[in-house]
């Protein structure tokens, strides 16, 4: 039988205080499509990701570093910002491009959430490409855990949702407690709605709308495979990496 887990969730970036993630361990959840896209990018190679807050950020460090060993990558509302090296899209990530770099990494609400994360006791990154490996690290984590989903601009996120109810349906072995806060309810109600769908419900969801008008179909079906990676992102000192413990 799993012990079941003290597991919260938040729906965006916006819907919290800094404080209420002090000593946690947060899996922050972009599943279209920055924590995808961090994912795949380190599974083809690449060092390190640096995720920043806004342009201004990004531009300082873009400055501070050799450009032969970094890439200025991100969108805002979807789009590739004007004079990066790369956006947003996981498909752009090949190892001929990304191998070997650091990417300062700038995205409308994923890399929001996870510098908002910063005084957390631990921060991983899940998608649905590397959920086996999150499940793995969430069975040993000793702190209470908050799934963070970025969601969009404040308004809740279906597919982000969906995957952050997939973790607790797993990490509980299929039931939730009467004492679970209602953002682990819903994500976990969510889940037991629409689990067995999940490609279908992510291509349904607003924000593969709001992609397909701009990019087409490639990214979200990209995005929504379960299990392509078995790695890790997590957190240290500001930049993200793959965890070998
Ligand atoms: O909001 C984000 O961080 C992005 O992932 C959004 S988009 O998929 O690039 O539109």
């Not at 947060?26 to 920043?52: C, F």
């Not at 990558?73 to 990530?93: A, F, Q, T």
Request: negative net charge; charged residues 20%.
């Amino acid at each position: 039988m799993n012990k079941i887990r003290n597991i919260d969730v938040f729906f965006s970036a916006q819907s919290f205080q800094e404080n209420e993630l002090r000593n946690k361990a947060v899996v922050v959840i972009d599943v279209l499509r920055a924590t995808s896209t961090i994912v795949t990018a380190l599974r083809n190679g690449a060092k390190a990701v640096i995720p920043v807050g806004d342009m201004a950020e990004a531009s300082k460090i873009a400055q501070n570093v050799d450009s032969d060993n970094y890439l200025l990558c991100g969108e805002k509302d979807g789009v590739k910002i004007e004079g990066y090296d790369l956006g947003n899209s996981p498909l752009e990530y090949n190892a001929d491009v990304i191998g070997g770099k650091t990417l300062i990494f700038n995205t409308t609400n994923g890399t929001k959430a996870i510098k908002k994360s910063l005084g957390s006791a631990r921060i991983y990154i899940a998608s649905f490409l590397n959920f086996s490996s999150v499940i793995s690290a969430l069975h040993n984590e000793t702190h209470d855990i908050v799934l963070l989903c970025a969601g969009w601009k404040g308004r809740l996120a279906l597919e982000d949702t969906l995957l952050a109810g997939m973790i607790i349906h797993n990490l509980n072995g299929g039931s939730i407690s009467e004492e679970a806060p209602d953002g682990a309810k819903v994500a976990f109600s969510i889940y037991e709605k629409y689990g067995g769908n999940i490609e279908a419900v992510v291509h349904g969801s607003n924000h593969a709308a709001r992609l397909k008008t701009l990019i087409g179909d490639d990214d979200v079906n990209f995005c929504c495979k379960i299990d392509t990676c078995d790695l890790l992102p997590i957190l240290h000192d500001g930049i993200i990496s793959i965890s070998h413990g």
